[in-house]
């Protein structure tokens, strides 16, 4: 009798020590938005669409968002499929067409999206969008974009849902990843352009993210720090992206960077191909200012040796 009374106490705290766990989790994997009080004030600000150009440009939205097998760069259809060790992303709607599209957001949505990785309808976004490094953008930078956003063509259709293995498919477990990888600091000053250095590190860290390709990840997702920009596997596992550091193009200058940027050709006389050449034609598209300061603040980052494929 002693030892099925025990049993039914032991049975018991396990119980509640699951569903206390459950609720722990739950609670703490919740969506939640990165706002501040100021930035909802200053978000209600008109954005400037020619400068929110510049961010859509330097951003490499179209390079995701426009809609495949039509030149436009600016019908952001989506539809692109991406792959990963964790299943096929589709790229979304991303067009002002108030249906399929993002037409009904407010400019607050977008900031949400981009900052705080998290949906209208107060979901977790995969972090497939980058927004690990959008989180850094300015709140002008999201003003100016989302106005730049509305004045582009309207596109009907809804691309494919995402085609995730499970657990990966459990949108909430991306809030227990975001406590490990996602930890961002914001700085209003990121983008002032009279700092050429200053500009540069936003336009590679932030905007451009170069980061979430040009760099290693562990089996979660999650970007190796010590070799951040050292090169690594394509993330749709084609190919290997190159080592970006001085210890990979360290022996190029800033003219050359900015020729292989700009002109997809490198010192070796190598073309660039794949995704890069995207990029590539966004990069052409930036001020000079821009190209050079990029260009000045990759001979900065830390020499790193590439890791093994």
Request: aromatic share 6%; glycine share 10%; with cysteine.
């Given at each position: 009798?002693?030892?099925?009374?025990?049993?039914?106490?032991?049975?018991?705290?396990?119980?509640?020590?699951?569903?206390?766990?459950?609720?722990i989790t739950?609670?703490i994997?919740?969506?939640r938005?990165?706002?501040?009080?100021?930035?909802?004030?200053?978000?209600?600000?008109?954005?400037?669409?020619?400068?929110g150009?510049?961010?859509?440009?330097?951003a490499?939205?179209?390079?995701?968002h426009?809609?495949p097998g039509q030149?436009?760069?600016?019908?952001?259809?989506?539809g692109?499929?991406?792959a990963s060790?964790?299943?096929?992303?589709?790229?979304?709607?991303?067009s002002?067409?108030?249906?399929?599209?993002?037409?009904?957001?407010?400019t607050?949505?977008l900031?949400?999206?981009l900052?705080?990785?998290?949906s209208?309808?107060?979901?977790h976004y995969?972090?497939a969008?980058?927004y690990?490094?959008y989180?850094?953008?300015?709140?002008e930078?999201?003003?100016?974009?989302m106005?730049?956003?509305?004045?582009?063509p309207r596109?009907?259709?809804?691309?494919?849902?995402h085609?995730?293995?499970?657990?990966?498919?459990?949108?909430?477990l991306v809030?227990l990843?975001?406590?490990?990888?996602?930890?961002?600091?914001?700085?209003?000053?990121?983008s002032?352009p009279?700092?050429?250095?200053?500009r540069?590190r936003y336009l590679v860290?932030?905007?451009?993210?170069c980061?979430?390709c040009?760099?290693?990840r562990?089996?979660?997702?999650?970007?190796?720090?010590?070799t951040?920009?050292?090169?690594?596997?394509?993330?749709?596992?084609v190919?290997?992206?190159?080592?970006?550091?001085?210890?990979?193009?360290g022996g190029w200058?800033k003219?050359e960077i900015?020729?292989?940027?700009?002109?997809?050709?490198?010192?070796a006389?190598r073309?660039?191909?794949?995704?890069m050449?995207?990029?590539?034609?966004?990069i052409?598209?930036?001020p000079r200012?821009?190209q050079?300061?990029?260009?000045s603040?990759?001979?900065?980052?830390?020499?790193?040796?590439?890791?093994?494929?």
């Open positions: 009798m002693k030892r099925t009374r025990s049993r039914l106490i032991a049975g018991s705290m396990l119980l509640g020590l699951i569903v206390l766990g459950s609720a739950w609670i994997s919740a969506p938005s990165r706002l501040t009080h100021s930035d909802l004030v200053l978000l209600e600000r008109p954005g400037d669409p020619e400068k150009r510049l961010v859509f440009t330097a490499d939205c179209a390079s995701c426009a809609s030149p436009e760069r600016t019908h952001l259809g989506g692109l499929a991406l060790p964790f299943g096929t992303f589709h790229v979304p709607n991303i002002p067409d108030p249906q399929d599209g993002i037409g009904k957001w407010r607050r949505d900031a949400d999206a900052l705080s990785g998290v209208p309808s107060g979901e995969y972090p969008l980058p690990t490094s989180a850094m953008m300015t709140i930078d999201v003003r100016n974009l106005a730049y956003l509305l004045t582009l596109v009907s259709g809804t691309p494919s849902p085609e995730l293995t499970f657990p990966f498919d459990v949108r909430r809030g990843w975001k406590l490990i990888f996602f930890h961002p600091r914001r700085s209003e000053s990121a002032e009279l700092n050429s250095l200053n540069g860290e932030v905007l451009g993210h980061a979430e040009h760099s290693p562990n089996l979660l997702g999650g970007i190796k720090r010590g951040r920009f050292a090169g690594g596997a394509d993330p749709e596992g190919g290997f992206a190159p080592n970006i550091t001085p210890a990979g193009i200058s003219d900015i020729e292989t940027l700009t002109h997809r050709r490198t010192p006389f073309v660039i191909g794949s995704s050449a995207d990029v590539v034609t966004d052409s598209q930036l200012s821009d050079e300061a990029i260009a603040y990759l001979k900065t980052l830390p020499a790193r040796p590439t890791p093994s494929p």
